[in-house]
């Protein structure tokens, strides 16, 4: 009995094994040659960056008289202007008082002021005692630090600014200070360091069309307002500095609004030539929409003051690459020069990181105090220094405890509704709406219907007991080649061919989850690949300063600063998939494709673009992009898969509607949140494609089901294709 036992055991392992038997799909290994293909999806948006540089290069060639340099320089303020996008109007500033701290030689006022309405700045104000008269001020921009200007480093700097007789006004930025938008009661800190509470609402602001630089801009803007209301202040004499974000925003802020006369940008300032081919673009606020591909450059922040006062404050081993420091100032040099200004721009470097120095805060005092006239001594002293806590403007050190008020989302969100609504009224008029979205989709996407698609590289064959496994690598739409894989039926197979892509790669789809194997099962070929930063062609080295649970927000930065969407990439290599199925497999009467997860979105675009496919069937995606951008809290995987600026002309539901003429099923759609979205959710968003499919009596071409398990989803699916 206990043998009989043992051999039935060995059996049923034997047979599990059998059953799990792990198919080997990855052709990397073999093609060692491209062993760099997991970084693909960044190399190639990067490279389309570095070209576009090369466009700006030859033009700024072409700029050498002051007439060329005053032409360049109302182009480049009219491109910033347009690419920030549409202020809000000026609102009253609601200023209060909130505290006074009295020093021996100068006081500090604890303000509130809002930017926007509701738009709440906690600010401080250090004044000198024994003004004799108006005196020159400077607006501090603060760095990605937790506790915003409290912090010791920044504290130090503005403390000798005004022992040196400065005006200063230091403000917390969104995100940071007492404006964590993401504060947690119980830990008593934002759930997110400062990138990530720039950049995860910023995200959904991309989603609208806009960078949350925006935002960020204004709040500096009216800052100024702030600065000028002080009876104290000498409009002439407005200087602006900050280090690292807060170098950013000098910059930025002090291009675009003439009164800063003169900036002092620290630790910011390279350009993008060395930024691509370093750290990578970072979070949010610092790209602007398709700043690379409109060609403009960390120089044209510079030349666009020239002839106004500036210094350019570095560090050797700053992250920023001081090689693409000292090109800027070179260039800036150039326009400096033909204004007859040369004096006027300046560099400091000290050998350090990432870091305020002794150094570089002596030559910014120096700076100041020349162009701002206020004369005296420019070394930098040890100072007493306030706890953050005396620092706090709030009662709670928190607006998310005491007065509440609008964060980036709240602000976007209404903007996303209002783009939603201009959106209902584009659809009401349903035939206009429909023959504008496949333009539309492309030009904001940034798509190319690929034009040469070269030969396919047979990469070897592996018969199995059921099915035979060939392999191939084909084009890419970069310098990358696509890793695909055939799973062939012995018997019965069907004239009908299943193009799988699953988010997670092809190797999972084949080997851990189980709709490939039963399509196979049933007949079906099935051709699988993996796209850029997925499967064998991810992740790659880039995480960057904006690495959200698992998910490289600089990578789609990167898009989103050349107008190429990771979206329009991978779109263009479904294409050539489809290509690949009609070209080299054309005994198949026709194509079904099948994504899993949120590549649903580039599969819809893919097919509305002109791939080749007859039936599409989305496994698990998210319903929509208005409804990331309307929810607080989504899921981060869902980012690569979205189409910055969608929303002002379509979202996916539109792309539904447009392929009426096709196929399309709907399994287990997912709510921005990740979690399976309900029926009057779903019911909700796709109204206009259901109004559509009726309209033109094809409703049984559009199919949704929902609330299935794993088996459910397989049988579903076979049902469907039969």
């Known amino acids: 009995m206990n043998v009989r036992i043992i051999y039935i055991c060995l059996v049923w392992l034997f047979s599990v094994k059998t059953t799990h038997a792990q198919d080997d799909v990855s052709l990397f290994k073999f093609w060692k040659y491209y062993s760099d293909v997991e970084n693909s999806l960044y190399k190639t948006l990067a490279s389309l960056g570095l070209e576009q540089l090369e466009l700006r290069k030859q033009e700024i060639g072409e700029v050498k008289t002051k007439a060329d340099w005053l032409n360049r320089q109302q182009t480049v303020k009219s491109k910033l202007l347009d690419i920030i996008g549409t202020f809000p109007e000026k609102t009253p500033l609601n200023i209060r008082v909130t505290g006074v701290i009295q020093k021996e030689d100068y006081r500090v006022e604890k303000l509130i002021f809002e930017s926007q309405p509701g738009y709440y700045v906690p600010s401080a104000l250090f004044i000198p005692n024994n003004l004799s008269g108006k005196a020159p001020a400077i607006l501090n921009a603060i760095g990605h630090s937790p506790a915003s200007f409290r912090r010791d480093a920044y504290q130090h700097k503005i403390i000798n600014l005004v022992k040196k007789g400065f005006i200063v006004l230091a403000y917390d930025p969104i995100g940071q200070g007492e404006r964590l938008q993401y504060y947690d009661e119980k830990l008593g800190k934002s759930i997110f360091p400062p990138n990530h509470e720039h950049s995860y609402p910023g995200a959904q602001c991309y989603i609208s069309g806009y960078s949350s630089a925006k935002h960020f801009i204004w709040d500096g803007i009216r800052a100024i307002d702030v600065l000028l209301s002080r009876p104290e202040v000498d409009p002439a004499r407005l200087g602006m500095n900050g280090i690292s974000g807060g170098g950013n925003m000098t910059a930025v802020v002090s291009a675009i609004d003439d009164r800063i006369f003169a900036a002092a940008p620290e630790c910011w300032i390279t350009n993008f030539d060395y930024l691509l081919k370093s750290e990578a673009p970072q979070d949010s606020e610092q790209n602007l929409v398709k700043m690379i591909k409109n060609g403009l450059d960390h120089p044209d922040l510079i030349e666009v003051r020239a002839p106004k006062p500036t210094l350019i404050m570095a560090t050797t081993r700053d992250f920023f690459s001081i090689e693409g420091t000292r090109e800027t100032f070179q260039e800036a040099s150039r326009a400096y020069k033909v204004f007859g200004a040369m004096d006027n721009l300046q560099i400091t470097e ?64 209404k903007v996303a509704e209002g783009q939603l609504k201009a959106l209902e009224k584009s659809r009401a008029n349903m035939d206009q709406h429909l023959s504008k979205i496949k ?70 789809a084949v080997n851990k989850d189980v709709l490939a194997k039963q399509l196979v099962s049933d007949g079906y070929t099935v051709l699988l690949s993996d796209l850029p930063n997925i499967g064998e062609m991810g992740p790659g080295y880039l995480r960057g300063d904006t690495y959200i649970r698992g998910v490289s927000y600089n990578k789609w930065f990167t898009g989103i600063l050349t107008g190429k969407s990771i979206v329009a990439l991978r779109a263009e290599d479904i294409v050539r998939l489809a290509h690949f199925v009609k070209a080299e497999l054309a005994t198949y009467h026709s194509t079904t494709a099948i994504s899993v997860g949120a590549l649903g979105s580039e599969l819809l675009h893919a097919t509305t673009f002109g791939a080749e496919v007859e039936k599409v069937c989305l496994i698990q995606p998210f319903l929509s992009y208005s409804d990331i951008a309307l929810t607080r809290d989504y899921k981060t995987s869902f980012v690569h898969s979205v189409v910055p600026g969608a929303i002002t002309a379509y979202d996916l539901p539109d792309l539904i509607a447009y392929l009426s003429s096709c196929k399309v099923f709907l399994i287990n759609p997912l709510n921005a949140n990740g979690e399976m979205a309900e029926e009057s959710k779903i019911a909700e968003n796709m109204r206009f494609p259901d109004r559509v499919y009726k309209k033109k009596k094809v409703n049984d071409n559009f199919l949704i089901k929902y609330d299935l398990d794993s088996i459910e989803v397989s049988n579903q699916v076979l049902s469907w294709l039969k």
């Open 439 to 508: 333009k539309s989709a492309m030009e904001i996407s940034g798509f190319s219907f690929p034009q040469e698609f070269g030969k396919p590289i047979f990469s070897g064959r592996m018969v199995n007991e059921k099915y035979t496994l060939e392999k191939y690598l084909i084009d890419g739409s970069g310098d990358y080649k696509l890793p695909l894989v055939l799973f062939i039926p012995d018997k019965g197979t069907k004239d009908e061919l299943i193009l799988l892509l699953h988010e997670n790669g092809k190797d999972y």
């Open 350 to 413: 000290d050998d350090d990181r990432h870091n305020s120095t002794k150094k570089n805060r002596e030559a910014m005092y120096a700076f100041f105090q020349k162009y701002l006239d206020n004369p005296g001594d420019s070394k930098d002293y040890e100072v007493d220094l306030f706890t953050e806590e005396e620092l706090y403007v709030t009662k709670t050190g928190q607006l998310a405890t005491s007065l509440k008020g609008e964060t980036m989302y709240s602000l976007n969100k």
